[in-house]
C-alpha cells in the first residue's frame, strides 16, 4: 500500500473521509444502478445499446467518484499507477456518456457523428494517460470536447421539442430533459472552471442524481402505465369469459333413449371459439 497516514492524524483522516462521505455514497449508489441496468440487459437476451451505455456510464461515474476521493488519494499516494487511473478515467467517461446521450433521443445523423467523435477522442486520451503520462494539454482538451459536446447536444435537444421519440414518447422524454438540464448545467460549469483555471466545488455529482431521479421517476410511470393496461385487460376477458359462458344452456333436456355431453375448448385463433358435442345412445 502506498499511505502517508503518518504525516497525518486521526483527526484529519476523520475530517476528509466527511468531506468525501457524499461523493462516497453517490459513488456506491450510482455503481448499483448501472450494475442493475447491465443486469437487466443480460437477462432480457437483447442488444439495447440506449441500456448498455446508461449501465456502462453510471458504473464508471460511481468508480470516478471513489477513485478521485481524498480519502484514496491519502492512501495511493506514491502510486503511478493509481495517479494515470485518477486522470484515465475521466477520458474513458466520455465513451459511454456520449453514446448514451446520443442514443437517448437524437437519432440524427449529425448527433450521431459528434457523439462519435467525442467517444474517440475520450478514447485516445485515455490510451494516451495509460502508455505514457497525463499533462495539462490532455485535461485541456478533455474539457474542450465536453464543452463543446454538452453545448451541442443541449441545443439540439432544445431544438428538437418534445415530440418524442423511439425510445420515449413525448411526456417521458419532456421530463428527461428536464432532468439532464442541471447535470448539463453542473457539467459544462465545471469543465469551463477547468479550461479558466478557478476552484470550484463538485457539484456535478447531484446534477447526474437528478438526471437518474428523472429516469426512475420515467421508469417507475411506464410501470404503473403497464399495471393499469394489465388490469383493463385482465377485466376485458373476464368480461368476454362470462359472455361466453353464458352461451352455453345450463342443462340439456334429459332422454330415456340417448344422452347429451357438450365439450367447450377455447381457441385461440381467428375462428373463434370451438364447441364439440357428443351424443351418446
Known amino acids: 500500500m502506498f499511505a502517508n497516514t503518518p504525516q497525518m492524524t486521526a483527526g484529519d483522516v476523520l475530517n476528509t473521509f466527511y468531506r468525501d462521505a457524499p461523493y462516497l455514497f453517490l459513488g456506491g449508489a450510482f455503481v448499483c444502478i448501472g450494475l442493475m441496468s447491465a443486469a437487466y440487459a443480460a437477462l432480457r437476451r437483447a442488444w439495447d445499446s440506449l441500456l448498455i451505455y446508461f449501465a456502462l456510464f453510471?458504473?464508471?461515474?460511481?468508480?470516478?467518484?471513489?477513485?478521485?476521493?481524498?480519502?484514496?488519494?491519502?492512501?495511493?499516494?506514491?502510486?503511478?499507477?493509481?495517479?494515470?487511473?485518477?486522470?484515465?478515467?475521466?477520458?474513458?467517461?466520455?465513451?459511454?456518456?456520449?453514446?448514451?446521450?446520443?442514443?437517448?433521443?437524437?437519432?440524427?445523423?449529425?448527433?450521431?457523428?459528434?457523439?462519435?467523435?467525442?467517444?474517440?477522442?475520450?478514447?485516445?486520451?485515455?490510451?494516451?494517460?495509460?502508455?505514457?503520462?497525463?499533462?495539462?494539454l490532455l485535461h485541456l482538451i478533455n474539457n474542450v470536447v465536453v464543452i463543446t459536446g454538452l453545448v451541442f447536444l443541449l441545443v439540439r435537444s432544445m431544438q428538437a421539442g418534445s415530440a418524442g421519440n423511439e425510445n420515449f414518447p413525448a411526456a417521458d422524454f419532456a421530463v428527461i430533459r428536464w432532468g439532464l438540464l442541471p447535470f448539463f448545467l453542473l457539467a459544462l460549469w465545471v469543465n469551463l472552471a477547468g479550461v479558466l483555471s478557478i476552484s470550484s466545488p463538485r457539484?456535478?455529482?447531484?446534477?447526474?442524481?437528478?438526471?437518474?431521479?428523472?429516469?426512475?421517476?420515467?421508469?417507475?410511470?411506464?410501470?404503473?402505465?403497464?399495471?393499469?393496461?394489465?388490469?383493463?385487460?385482465?377485466?376485458?376477458?373476464?368480461?368476454?369469459?362470462?359472455?361466453?359462458?353464458s352461451i352455453l344452456p345450463?342443462?340439456?333436456?334429459?332422454?330415456?333413449?340417448?344422452?347429451?355431453?357438450?365439450?367447450?375448448?377455447?381457441?385461440?385463433?381467428?375462428?373463434?371459439?370451438?364447441?364439440?358435442?357428443?351424443?351418446?345412445?
Open 203 to 245: 457539484l456535478e455529482p447531484f446534477g447526474f442524481a437528478a438526471f437518474l431521479a428523472s429516469l426512475g421517476y420515467v421508469a417507475a410511470r411506464r410501470a404503473l402505465r403497464r399495471d393499469q393496461q394489465l388490469a383493463e385487460i385482465q377485466s376485458e376477458l373476464e368480461v368476454a369469459r362470462r359472455i361466453q359462458r
Open 250 to 281: 345450463a342443462e340439456f333436456t334429459g332422454s330415456a333413449k340417448f344422452q347429451v355431453v357438450a365439450r367447450y375448448v377455447p381457441m385461440t385463433s381467428v375462428a373463434g371459439d370451438f364447441y364439440d358435442f357428443v351424443v351418446a345412445d
Open 58 to 136: 453510471a458504473a464508471l461515474y460511481g468508480l470516478r467518484l471513489w477513485i478521485q476521493s481524498r480519502l484514496l488519494a491519502v492512501m495511493m499516494d506514491g502510486s503511478a499507477f493509481y495517479s494515470q487511473l485518477r486522470s484515465g478515467i475521466d477520458y474513458l467517461m466520455l465513451i459511454p456518456a456520449f453514446l448514451f446521450f446520443t442514443s437517448l433521443g437524437l437519432p440524427g445523423r449529425l448527433e450521431r457523428i459528434v457523439g462519435y467523435a467525442a467517444a474517440g477522442i475520450g478514447g485516445v486520451l485515455a490510451v494516451v494517460v495509460f502508455s505514457f503520462h497525463d499533462s495539462n
